[in-house]
C-alpha cells in the first residue's frame, strides 16, 4: 500500500476543500457586510422620506421646499414602498402617491390592484418594519412599508453564487487531481511491470543459459564447480530482486552503511557487464570511503543501479564517463552522479522524475521515478538534476543525514 502517496493525496483534497471554503466565506461574509449597509442606507433614505412628508405636510411650508424635496429625495428613491394610514391601510391606488418602484400591468381594475398591493403590502411587512410619519404632536398619522432594492436582492444571490462557484472549483479541481494520481499509477503499475519482468529476465536467462552449459559438461567436474558458482551469482541476484520490490511499500530498515562501498560494489557489477554494451565507458568513485549515513542497502544500491542506467543510456557516442562525487556539507552528505550524455532540456529538468517519462522508444520511465521515492520517502533525502548542459553532461544530487 502506498501510505506516502495516500497521505500525500489526503492532505491535497483538504487544502482544496478548505481554499474553496475559505473563498466561499469570506465572499459571503463581504456581501453580508455590503447588503447590510445597503440596507442602512436605504433605511435612512426612507426615514428622510418621512421626514419629508412631515415636512410637506406643515401649512407654513412653501411650494419651493416641496419642490426640492420631491425633485432631489423622493424621485431618487429606487426600491419599493407603499404608503398606509396610521392603521396600515392603503392610502392610494395611484403610483407615486400610494406606492413607488412596484409596477403592474396596465389598465387593471382598481379592486385587483388594491388585492395585489395588500399581497406586496405583506411581503413588505415581513422583509422590514414600516417607518412611522407622526404629526408635529408626535401622533403617528402614516406608515411606510418599504423593501429591498434590486441591488441588494441580486447581492444576496452573489454568495450562494460564489459558493456555487466555488465548489465548482473544488469539483475540477478534485476530479483533475484523481486523473492526473490515477495516469500515474496506471503507468506505475505497468512501469513496476515491466521492470520486474527485466529485472528478473536477466538472471533468468542466464540461468537458462547455465543449464544447457551444465548438460553438455556434467561428466566434467571442474566446468560444473564453475557452473555452480556462476548459478549462484544469478540465484544471488535473483535473491535481491526480490528484496527490492518486497521493500516497496512497506518501511525498510535503516542501517549505517558507507555509501562510497555501495557505490563502488554497483561500479564493479557493471563493470563485467559493459563490455556486452559495446562502449567504453569509465566508471570511477570519489570521496572518503568513511563518510557514513543511514541507507537500506538493498534499495539505495538500485537507485545507484537506476543512476548508471540512465547515464549509460545518455551517452551515445563509444566513449564517456560517468563518475560519482562524495562529500560531506553542513552535516549532509552529498553525492554528486557526472555524466557525460546528451543532457536534459531545462524545461524537463523536474520531468524526469515523473512516472512514464522516458526518451528512449520502448522505455517505461521506471527508474528515475522510483529512485526520488527512494530518497525522499523511504531515506528522507533529496535528488535532483543540479546542472545539465546539452550534448556535454548532466549532473544528479543526492543529499543524505550523515551520521558519523
Do not use: C
Not at 14 to 41: D, P
Not at 174 to 185: C, L, S
Request: net charge neutral.
Amino acid at each position: 500500500m502506498n501510505k506516502f502517496g495516500n497521505s500525500t493525496t489526503v492532505k491535497i483534497k483538504f487544502a482544496l476543500l478548505f481554499i474553496g471554503s475559505l473563498i466561499a466565506l469570506g465572499t459571503w461574509y463581504y456581501t453580508q457586510h455590503l447588503v447590510n449597509k445597503l440596507q442602512e442606507r436605504e433605511k435612512e433614505i426612507i426615514q428622510l422620506y418621512a421626514n419629508s412628508l412631515e415636512y410637506i405636510a406643515r401649512p407654513d411650508e412653501s411650494g419651493s421646499d416641496i419642490t426640492f424635496i420631491f425633485q432631489n429625495l423622493i424621485q431618487r428613491i429606487d426600491f419599493p414602498l407603499i404608503l398606509t394610514d396610521a392603521n396600515g391601510k392603503i392610502v392610494s391606488t395611484e403610483a407615486g402617491i400610494g406606492y413607488k418602484n412596484i409596477y403592474f400591468e396596465p389598465d387593471i381594475p382598481k379592486e385587483k390592484l388594491l388585492e395585489l398591493l395588500s399581497e406586496k403590502l405583506k411581503e413588505l411587512e415581513s422583509e422590514h418594519p414600516p417607518i412611522e410619519i407622526k404629526a408635529p404632536d408626535g401622533t403617528v398619522i402614516q406608515l411606510i412599508y418599504y423593501g429591498d432594492s434590486d441591488v441588494v436582492r441580486k447581492l444576496r444571490f452573489y454568495p450562494y453564487l460564489q459558493i456555487l462557484f466555488a465548489l465548482v472549483f473544488i469539483l475540477i479541481a478534485y476530479t483533475g487531481f484523481n486523473f492526473i494520481r490515477k495516469n500515474e499509477q496506471s503507468s506505475i503499475w505497468v512501469g513496476m511491470s515491466k521492470e520486474t519482468a527485466h529485472q528478473l529476465g536477466t538472471p533468468i536467462s542466464s540461468l537458462m543459459g547455465w543449464n544447457e552449459i551444465l548438460r553438455i559438461n556434467y561428466d566434467n567436474p571442474d566446468k560444473v564447480l564453475d557452473i555452480a558458482d556462476e548459478i549462484s551469482n544469478d540465484l544471488e541476484r535473483l535473491n535481491k530482486i526480490t528484496m527490492r520490490f518486497s521493500k516497496i511499500g512497506s518501511k525498510p530498515e535503516l542501517k549505517v552503511e558507507s555509501p562510497y562501498e555501495i557505490i563502488e560494489s554497483v561500479i564493479r557489477y557493471f563493470e563485467r557487464r559493459l563490455p556486452q554494451i559495446g562502449k567504453n565507458i569509465n566508471l570511477s568513485v570519489k570521496g572518503d570511503p568513511s563518510l557514513k549515513a543511514l541507507l537500506n542497502k538493498e534499495l539505495f544500491e538500485w537507485v545507484i543501479e537506476n543512476l548508471i542506467k540512465n547515464a549509460l543510456d545518455a551517452i551515445e557516442s563509444q566513449n564517456g564517463i560517468i563518475e560519482f562525487n562524495i562529500k560531506q556539507k553542513n552535516g549532509s552528505l552529498i553525492i554528486d552522479i557526472k555524466d557525460s550524455g546528451k543532457g536534459i532540456e531545462p524545461g524537463n529538468k523536474k520531468e524526469v522524475f515523473k512516472p512514464g517519462y522516458s526518451t528512449k522508444k520502448r522505455g517505461w520511465g521506471l527508474g528515475l521515478s522510483l529512485s526520488k521515492r527512494i530518497i525522499e520517502n523511504y531515506h528522507d533525502g533529496k535528488i535532483f538534476v543540479k546542472e545539465s548542459v546539452i550534448n556535454k553532461g548532466t549532473t544528479f544530487r543526492i543529499i543524505l543525514k550523515r551520521t558519523i
